[in-house]
């Protein structure tokens, strides 16, 4: 056996002997009922991607598109050597990043008045099927 290989192979073996060690130690371990992606939802919170997100909220995504090239170009411009064009795309940062903060507060906003959680959502259904049936009949 090489000399690095029985090094390592020591390593590992002392570091798997310090692995159990912590694994056992004094602190707790998260139930596997409340932990990450258990599959219940806590707090009405629910699981959500960045695409879903975006979707909610598009000015944002515009917000930083806008801000990047504003960057992108500040760089091309510092690279070539003209300032006062490095500085307008700073002043373009600037009105990207207003914009993006503003699509926000928006969004925020919006979302707060319209939000409806599961509970209320179900209840609602529940409301309209039950007059659509009356309705039937």
Known sequence: MGFFRRVFMSTTQS?????????????PAIPTDIGYKSGKETKGAKENGVLSQAVSNPGVVLGLGLTTAALLG???KSFIGDKAGAQKMMQYRIMAQ???ITALVAGVTVFGTVYESKEEREKREDAERIAALALKH
């Open 15 to 27: 570091q798997s002997v310090h692995d159990e060690r912590l694994k056992h130690g004094g602190v």
């Open 74 to 76: 500040m760089l091309r």
């Open 98 to 100: 207003f914009f993006t």
